[in-house]
């Protein structure tokens, strides 16, 4: 991805957010581990998990590795406490973790197992009334929230699709729910990313917000094109930049597909964890 940034090419990008779309549930780093090992790779889970789920990895397949977290109860000089005290809390369940490290863990996609079918979570391939009750989950989920939802033309934006300001969202009337979706989840991620008062360039804004709502329509199921052609070059080979930025990107889409999941009765629209 990095090659591909310095040599000003989207392609690779717009791969590895397809794959973010999948797996929105995974940190940025594991999105990309999982693009460089598999990437088209549509449902992931571990060894045991497949099982729970009556499915068997098959013999001689290769995991997917990525990054797990290492966790620890704190005992009491730890945390600070007395040993009474930390008795009383343990006992009520009240455990403080703290993160000591990583370690590799191994995930196997669906086409490496075989067994009972699973469930269609949501592939819906550009349906239209999928993005409209798409919309309709978004919708709820910024009134919600406290962002008022307008749908008419922007003030002082004449031909834009979209338009935010702070609480307050405008969305132009009469695009198909697939583009409609697209703008809201754009315009959307204007409000969770780009009102705390940091002065960011316009082109970082936009292509924030569209890569936000392309991961959004790739986890309902609809193509989105090249909406993103232009992320990788505004970086001009900053890798350190572009590491923040898809992490920033990575929360606020998850935000919304979780928005999204909850309405539908919290079916996961992309992948089995």
Same mark, same amino acid.
Request: with cysteine.
């Given at each position: 991805?990095?090659?591909?940034?310095?040599?000003?090419?989207? +392609?690779?990008?717009?791969?590895?957010?397809?794959?973010?779309?999948?797996? #929105?549930?995974?940190? &940025? #780093?594991?999105?990309?581990?999982? &693009?460089?090992?598999?990437?088209?790779?549509?449902?992931?889970?571990?060894?045991?998990?497949?099982?729970?789920?009556?499915?068997?990895?098959?013999?001689?397949?290769?995991?997917?590795?990525?990054?797990?977290?290492?966790?620890?109860?704190?005992?009491?000089?730890? +945390?600070?406490?007395?040993?009474?005290?930390?008795?009383?809390?343990?006992?009520?369940?009240?455990?403080?973790?703290?993160?000591?490290?990583?370690?590799?863990?191994?995930?196997?996609?669906?086409?490496?197992?075989?067994?009972?079918?699973? !469930?269609?979570?949501?592939?819906?391939? $550009?349906?239209?009334?999928?993005?409209?009750?798409?919309? $309709?989950?978004?919708?709820? #989920?910024?009134?919600?929230?406290?962002?008022?939802?307008?749908?008419?033309?922007? !003030?002082?934006?004449?031909?834009?699709?979209?338009? =935010?300001?702070?609480?307050?969202?405008?969305?132009?009337?009469?695009?198909? !729910?697939?583009?409609?979706?697209?703008?809201?989840? #754009?315009?959307? +991620? %204007?409000?969770?990313? %780009? %009102?705390? $008062?940091? +002065?960011?360039?316009?082109?970082?804004?936009?292509?924030?917000?569209?890569?936000?709502?392309?991961?959004?329509?790739?986890?309902?199921?609809?193509?989105?094109?090249?909406?993103? =052609?232009?992320?990788?070059?505004?970086?001009?080979?900053?890798?350190?930049?572009? =590491?923040?930025?898809?992490?920033?990107?990575?929360?606020?889409?998850? $935000?919304?597909?979780?928005?999204?999941?909850?309405?539908?009765?919290?079916?996961?629209?992309?992948?089995?964890?």
């Amino acid at each position: 991805l990095a090659a591909a940034l310095a040599a000003g090419r989207s +392609a690779e990008l717009e791969k590895y957010l397809d794959v973010m779309g999948r797996f #929105h549930r995974y940190s &940025a #780093h594991n999105c990309l581990l999982i &693009a460089i090992q598999r990437p088209d790779a549509t449902r992931v889970a571990g060894y045991g998990r497949w099982q729970e789920l009556g499915r068997q990895v098959r013999k001689g397949e290769r995991g997917i590795m990525i990054m797990a977290p290492c966790l620890r109860i704190l005992e009491a000089e730890d +945390a600070g406490d007395s040993p009474q005290k930390s008795a009383q809390k343990l006992s009520a369940v009240s455990k403080t973790r703290r993160l000591t490290g990583y370690r590799v863990a191994h995930v196997f996609d669906i086409e490496q197992t075989s067994g009972d079918p699973l !469930p269609d979570l949501g592939r819906v391939e $550009g349906d239209a009334a999928a993005a409209g009750a798409a919309v $309709g989950q978004l919708l709820d #989920h910024a009134a919600a929230g406290g962002i008022s939802v307008t749908f008419g033309a922007v !003030p002082g934006l004449p031909g834009a699709l979209g338009g =935010s300001a702070g609480g307050r969202v405008w969305i132009v009337p009469g695009q198909s !729910p697939a583009e409609t979706l697209r703008v809201l989840a #754009h315009e959307l +991620a %204007h409000e969770a990313l %780009h %009102h705390d $008062g940091q +002065a960011r360039p316009k082109v970082v804004r936009e292509t924030e917000a569209d890569a936000v709502a392309h991961v959004v329509c790739r986890a309902v199921g609809l193509e989105v094109g090249t909406a993103c =052609s232009d992320y990788i070059g505004m970086y001009q080979g900053d890798v350190a930049t572009l =590491s923040a930025s898809l992490e920033r990107v990575r929360r606020v889409a998850h $935000g919304l597909i979780e928005a999204i999941e909850a309405a539908a009765g919290g079916v996961e629209l992309a992948a089995a964890a």
